[in-house]
């Protein structure tokens, strides 16, 4: 099927649905104020539900098949990029190392030296001895094609959970709500039961 005519019969569905959809809103200012505006508001609802899920299979008719082509023309990329995304990580890592070796024989240098300079200090009539600085590493490595350049970056990992604020805390909701539903209690977690309508044809009905 040529992609015009799948433009085509997607924009006739659209207007279908579009047209109902109108149909439905018009439902908006209902009231509900005996039993037999209790059984429309119910019937409107279920008609809203069903409607929308023939929204919902309307549109993956027509977007499974470009998502899945999208799925399958990522993939292929993916291979190559894959791969290089590893090695990158592991130079990357390899690099680091690397200066924090560099770095800790500057630092393991300079308290020699200083250590030097004190002793000296201490030990004859000069009034004070200063230490000769041990150069930091250069912050960049040129290369023929350009440079590296070693910017510091604030990180953190967690030291003490039990240090930590509560506004920097997150609840999981998802095992909190696996946890209620099974009827099982939290600490600091107030359960309570909320009433939602659940809809269900029984006969069939134009959408």
């Not at 039993?35 to 929308?52: C, K, N, V």
Request: proline fraction near 4%; charged fraction near 30%; avoid cysteine.
């Amino acid at each position: 099927m040529s992609h015009k005519i799948t433009r085509r019969i997607m924009n006739e569905q659209i207007q279908a649905l579009a047209i109902r959809k109108d149909d439905l809103l018009e439902q908006g200012s209902l009231e509900i104020k005996d039993e037999t505006s209790l059984i429309h508001a119910s019937e409107t609802l279920g008609a809203i539900r069903s409607f929308l899920k023939k929204v919902e299979s309307v549109r993956i008719f027509f977007t499974k098949p470009l998502n899945d082509h999208l799925k399958d023309i990522n993939a292929e990329f993916k291979q190559i990029s894959a791969p290089l995304s590893n090695l990158d990580k592991q130079i990357t890592q390899k690099l680091k190392d690397y200066r924090q070796q560099v770095e800790a024989k500057r630092l393991e240098e300079q308290a020699r030296l200083d250590a030097e300079a004190q002793a000296r200090q201490e030990t004859s009539l000069i009034p004070e001895a200063i230490a000769p600085i041990v150069p930091a590493q250069s912050k960049s490595v040129y290369t023929e094609t350009g440079k590296i350049t070693f910017m510091k970056i604030r990180r953190w990992e967690l030291e003490d959970i039990s240090k930590v604020p509560l506004e920097y805390l997150k609840l999981d909701d998802a095992k909190i709500t696996a946890v209620i539903k099974a009827g099982g209690n939290i600490p600091g977690i107030r359960p309570w039961f909320e009433e939602i309508p659940q809809s269900r044809r029984i006969k069939n009905e134009a959408i």
